[in-house]
């Protein structure tokens, strides 16, 4: 069982508060150097991309499309060794810092750090995935675009760090032993919430999948099943009703563009993944937010006084003809796939919203299907709810756990360590993680 341990001393830190006596603080140059060799002339072609979801992976086992392509010119890379601790000094704030399992090349941008001692560098890379510890960093940056998600979680960064910044920060320095036994007892404790995790997020897909058949159903085939049906050419929408129409949906709807609030208020702000800060100014509802960037398959049914920023457009109806919260279950079908895999960062843009075809039926027959929709939704909106609150406790804990061990809040030198079987960190990404930026031609 844990314990704390005997004495403490306090530390003058923005995310730790005191670790064990016997501890040390040093500064990150103290503890690690960077290493500074060059691609030049050519030893590997292995690309290392760095993610705040999947940490340190091979280029081609990269999940998601954001981000810059790989450079033609190999010889403009650094090189990486492993179990160097990889840091984004674009994007350490979101988490974009982990341990390499692999010899490789890297973006300039990332900084490839070892110890100069007999470290385990995998409890630093425990530290440097704590969100206490990276929001610690964000009065280092000088950059643009941070947003935080519902989560809490920085996302859209491009604060860059330098090393003589993120040299000077400080690092609490447990005996080698006590690092050793803090890895296998994290190894061992995250694996078995993220098992907890993955469970739960299976059954949520299930769910997800569940939802969109129902509303598929409804949509696309009416609520009469007496009807005569006609095949229509879009892949989405297959089969309707002989009497509904296919339209392009800017003939019934307005699209705008969000923008990035000027004032402190109580209004919800909302971005492409969800509401996720407060401002003061306002527009009026109901409204559905579409995806510009970042996540795209996610449409928000806004009913109370909003604000959207520009990860997100705002959707309104403009001739009488569309019921808008019909649109907005349209609007779960639409083949994002396509879009998504079109460009290096998944994105949307007014004109591609506005060329998708819609089936329209009568606007009473709207209304009615609506209610339909939402009726079977209840119960299973509820069951979803529910899953997702269950991930998020889950997700709380684990960085709770972390936290905690590696602080030295709780003592677990002497504790056993069992059998167990690794399961990977299946922290999701948050919306906007792999943004790419042309202007950032070295980033990979």
């Known amino acids: 069982m844990s314990n ?15 670790i064990p006596s016997h501890w040390q603080m040093k500064r990150l140059k103290a503890i690690f150097a960077m290493r500074k060799e060059k691609n030049n002339p050519v030893v590997t072609d292995n690309i290392l991309s760095l993610t705040a979801k999947q940490g340190v992976v091979p280029y081609a086992e990269k999940e998601g499309a954001g981000g810059n392509k790989p450079k033609s010119d190999m010889t403009q890379y650094n090189i990486a ?3 160097d601790l990889l840091v984004n000094c674009m994007n350490v704030v979101s988490g974009a810092a982990g341990v390499s399992r692999y010899y490789g090349a890297i973006s300039p941008v990332y900084y490839a750090l070892y110890p100069h001692n007999d470290e385990n560098v995998w409890y630093y890379h425990h530290i440097f995935r704590l969100m206490p510890f990276q929001r610690s960093l964000v009065g280092l940056g000088k950059g643009i675009l941070m947003h935080e998600s519902d989560e809490g ?4 960064v491009r604060m860059r760090i330098s090393m003589d910044y993120l040299g000077n920060v400080l690092l609490p320095v447990p005996p080698r032993d006590e690092q050793d036994q803090i890895v296998k007892y994290l190894n061992w404790k995250v694996s078995e919430i993220n098992r907890l995790i993955k469970f739960r997020k299976k059954e949520l897909v299930t769910l997800v999948e569940l939802k969109k058949k129902l509303i598929s159903d409804t949509i696309t085939k009416g609520i009469d099943a007496d009807v005569k049906h006609k095949m229509t050419f879009i892949r989405w929408i297959g089969e309707i009703p002989e009497h509904w129409e296919i339209i392009k949906a800017k003939k019934v709807i307005k699209i705008t563009n969000g923008s990035d609030p000027k004032s402190k ?3 919800p702000v909302y971005g492409s993944g969800g509401a996720f800060k407060t401002c003061g100014e306002y527009k009026e509802p109901p409204v559905v937010l579409l995806g510009r960037k970042g996540t795209l398959d996610k449409p928000q049914y806004i009913v109370d006084r909003y604000w959207n920023v520009d990860t997100a457009f705002d959707v309104r109806e403009k001739s009488g003809r569309i019921n808008l919260k019909y649109y907005y279950y349209c609007a779960f079908l639409f083949d994002y796939g396509y879009y998504m895999t079109q460009t290096a960062l998944p994105s949307m843009t007014q004109t591609d919203y506005g060329n998708m075809y819609i089936p329209l039926p009568p606007l009473d027959e709207q209304g009615k299907i609506v209610e339909v929709i939402e009726k ?12 997702e609150e269950i991930i998020k406790e889950l997700a709380d804990l684990k960085n709770r756990v972390i936290s905690d061990v590696v602080t030295g809040a709780i003592d677990v030198r002497n504790v056993k360590i069992p059998d167990y079987e690794i399961v990977d960190d299946n922290e999701e990404s948050s919306d906007d993680e792999d943004l790419g930026d042309e202007s950032l031609d070295e980033e990979v």
């Open 153 to 156: 979680t920085l996302t859209s």
């Open 376 to 387: 079977r939704l209840s119960a299973l909106s509820k069951l979803m709810d529910a899953k």
């Open 81 to 83: 060794h492993e179990n």
């Open 4 to 18: 704390v341990y005997e004495t403490y001393v306090d530390v003058d830190e923005k995310w730790v508060s005191k």
């Open 265 to 267: 208020g109580e209004i």
